[in-house]
């Protein structure tokens, strides 16, 4: 049986970071991923400039892969109404498919060992996980960290509280070939029945990328219907697909995405990224607290390696503080606007005082993202 001190469960940016970082300071890691890199993936591709310091003290500098440097922002509601704004910290327009790539060989360079399988159930007995994997693998660890993503069998297993309820929202995701689109700009454009977030990416492509709810979705037979007869109702939305042609021969979707609030261990399992809470896509922050929760995770832990005193309750009692002191008030930002930006007159009414009162926007926006992390 092969053993570790730590194993990470899913090679998404939190668990990938997370490897990085522990296999820095020499502790032993085994990430097991279930798809190869590299792949593409359901997200906006906007990442938040405040990992930017963290990575580069992991040796991870992003500009190699010549991302495209975002400082605008525009938001418009179904019918086409706009406002613009800066965006003080800004972020980059980076592919999934090259940034986890980059970040997987990264982690195999640090001296992580990474093994392609899918993990069916992990156990926890006599301080001690022994987690297994459906190609019949069993592997152990004195820790266990969760970087699954949004929803996945081992959160069947655990039982946990957001897997039993159903959820409202799938997200799709494309890219397109559009030359007049801004490599600066981020822009959300409301529709009825979601959001879509345009932005590009290092491919010289646009990544179109949106959240809506199946009561909306459900009339329709599939994505090209619904594109036409509800996304491209906002002006914005339908000038962008009139000029622009799709990369991709079949768009990207997932179903089921919870916004439900989650546990931060679960079962002795520290929940990093997604698998610890999702923030909502309109913030643009998933990316950036998924590479955070890694670090403090990996901080929590080299503590635990570092010093004999310290038990497990306490890594974990203390991982769940910092987690929620960086996290929860994000989530809940994020949660508010997402109900603001889904109702027509709401979204309308706000927008107005949005125009009148300059200031509002930066500040909405910085109460949804971090400080540059340190
Ligand atoms: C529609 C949408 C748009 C978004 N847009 C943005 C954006 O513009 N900016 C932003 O910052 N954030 C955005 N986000 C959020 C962002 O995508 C996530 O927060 C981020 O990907 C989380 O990273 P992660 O590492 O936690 O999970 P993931 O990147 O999902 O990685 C999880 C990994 O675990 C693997 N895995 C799953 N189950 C198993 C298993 N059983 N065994 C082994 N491996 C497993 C998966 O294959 C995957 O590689 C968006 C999200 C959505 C839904």
Known sequence: MKNAQVIIIGGGLAGLTAAIHLSLFKIKVILIEKETFPH?????????????????????????LNPCQINKFEYSTNSGRKISSDLDLGG??????????????????SGCEIIF????????????????????????????????????VIDKSLNRDFIQKHSRWLAVKSHYKNDSFPSDLVALHNFNGGYCGLSKT???????????????????????????????????LERFFKNSSPVFEKELSIAQVSFEAKTQVEDHILMIGDSAGLIHPLCGNGMAMAIHSAKIVSESLLAYFDNTDIIRKYVEETYRERWNLQFKNRLKTGRMLQSVLLNRSLA???QNIISNVPGIMPHIIKRTHGNTII
């Open 202 to 236: 290092e491919m010289d492509t646009v990544n179109v990328c949106y959240l809506a709810t199946y009561k909306s979705f459900r009339r329709f037979k599939n994505t090209d219907e619904y594109r036409e007869n509800v996304l491209m109702k906002n002006p914005h």
């Open 348 to 350: 309308e009414f706000s």
């Open 40 to 64: 593409h993936k359901v997200c906006g591709e906007y990442l938040s400039n405040e990992v930017q310091s963290y990575l580069n003290s992991l040796n991870i500098d992003l500009s190699q």
């Open 92 to 109: 980059l327009g980076i592919s999934r498919y090259n940034l986890d790539n980059f970040l997987y060989k990264k982690a195999v360079n």
């Open 117 to 152: 399988n899918t993990v069916t159930s992990v156990d926890f007995e006599e301080d001690q996980f022994t987690v297994n994997t459906s190609e019949g693998l069993s592997l152990q660890a004195k820790f266990v960290i969760g970087a699954y993503g949004k929803r996945s």
